[in-house]
């Protein structure tokens, strides 16, 4: 069973930075595209950057110039930077990868991101 832990969340101010990790047990190299979602209260689970297994980058308009998704094949990560944070950056983050053979798609359990005014 593949599994996919988040790391890095928590408290912080706004304007402050934090970076959050995912590692999988999996092979890194068997995912085409891996990613970060984010679910805020009362919200629906939203897309906020992805990376696909040649290093192709997609970013949410709202995060664009702040965060920075990259994948560490070596080490079977994809972690994500987030600066300038925001207190609508607040959500519970989820890391996703999808399978290359037919697309299926794993996920974390999510991790706690708040940010203070």
């Known amino acids: 069973q593949v599994q996919l832990v988040e790391s890095g969340g928590g408290l912080v101010q706004a304007g402050g930075s934090l970076r959050l990790s995912c590692s999988t047990s999996a092979n890194i190299r068997s995912f085409s595209d891996m990613g970060w979602y984010r679910q805020a209260p009362g919200g629906q689970r939203e897309l906020v950057a992805a990376i696909t297994s040649s290093g192709d980058t997609n970013y949410a308009e709202s995060v664009k110039g702040r965060f920075i998704i990259s994948r560490g094949n070596a080490k079977n990560m994809v972690s994500m930077e987030m600066h300038s944070l925001k207190p609508e950056d607040t959500a519970i983050y989820y890391c996703?990868?999808?399978?290359?053979?037919?697309?299926?798609?794993?996920w974390g359990q999510g991790t706690q991101v708040t940010v203070s005014s």
């Open positions: 996703n990868a999808k399978r290359i053979w037919d697309g299926g798609q794993y």
